[in-house]
């Protein structure tokens, strides 16, 4: 269950990254709102996983996924560039969130 809210908290981080920069440097309201809630809400669940999980593993899965998640979002829907080395990247940065959620004890 609290690798679960680590996912959950990595993909809230990426919602936070993007509104972030939609909220252009918070002069935009609705994306500062939404860059809050999501940041709020991301904190929040990876302080309860962080209860029972190793912080080192937990908190590279999080920032992984958040990262990963943040540059597809960033490809697909907002027109940042696309190359093969950053797709071998991000793919690599996912297998590295994979391994360490693999390698993460619950206490």
Do not use: N
Not at 41 to 54: I, M, R, Y
Not at 56 to 77: E, L, N, Q, S
């Amino acid at each position: 269950m609290a690798w679960l809210l680590v996912v959950i908290a990595g993909l809230l981080e990426t919602g936070f990254a993007v509104c972030l920069k939609l909220s252009h440097g918070f002069t935009r309201l609705w994306p500062t709102v939404a860059f809050a809630a999501f940041a709020l809400s991301s904190f929040g669940l990876l302080t309860l996983a962080l209860k029972k999980l190793e912080v080192g593993p937990a908190y590279a899965v999080w920032t992984g996924i958040g990262a990963a998640g943040t540059a597809i979002y960033g490809m697909v829907f907002l027109g940042d560039l696309v190359s093969g080395l950053k797709i071998a990247s991000i793919t690599l940065v996912i297998i590295g969130v994979i391994g360490l959620q693999l390698s993460g004890s619950a206490h």
